[in-house]
C-alpha cells in the first residue's frame, strides 16, 4: 500500500477570550447602545457580574462603551434597564 496524497483534516480552533478577540467579534461596537467610540473608549463588560458568580466566558462577555458600563454596574443589562443587541457567541476563528 502507497500512500499517494495526503489530505490534511482541519482541527476545531480555539479562540481564546481575550480583550482584543471580544472586541474584534462585536466589531468594536457597544452592545447595549451601538455606539462606535475610540477603542480606547470600549470596555469589556460581563453580563452576569462577577461579583454574582459570572465567568469570562465567551457567552457573558460583550464589548461595551464607558458610559453604559458605568450605567449597568455590577447588575445584570434587565436590572439595569439596557438590552442587548446581539446574542454573544465563540467566534468559530479571527482572521
Known sequence: IRLLGFVRVPHAMTVSCSRRAVMLRDNF?????????????????????????????????????????????SR???EAGLRLRNVPHRPRYIA
Open 29 to 73: 461596537t457597544c452592545q447595549y447602545c451601538g455606539a462606535q467610540p475610540a477603542k480606547s473608549e470600549l470596555t469589556v463588560d460581563h453580563i452576569v457580574p462577577r461579583s454574582r458568580g459570572g465567568y469570562t466566558t465567551w457567552d457573558n462577555v460583550v464589548c461595551s462603551c464607558k458610559p453604559c458600563n458605568l450605567r449597568k454596574g
Open 76 to 78: 445584570t443589562p434587565d
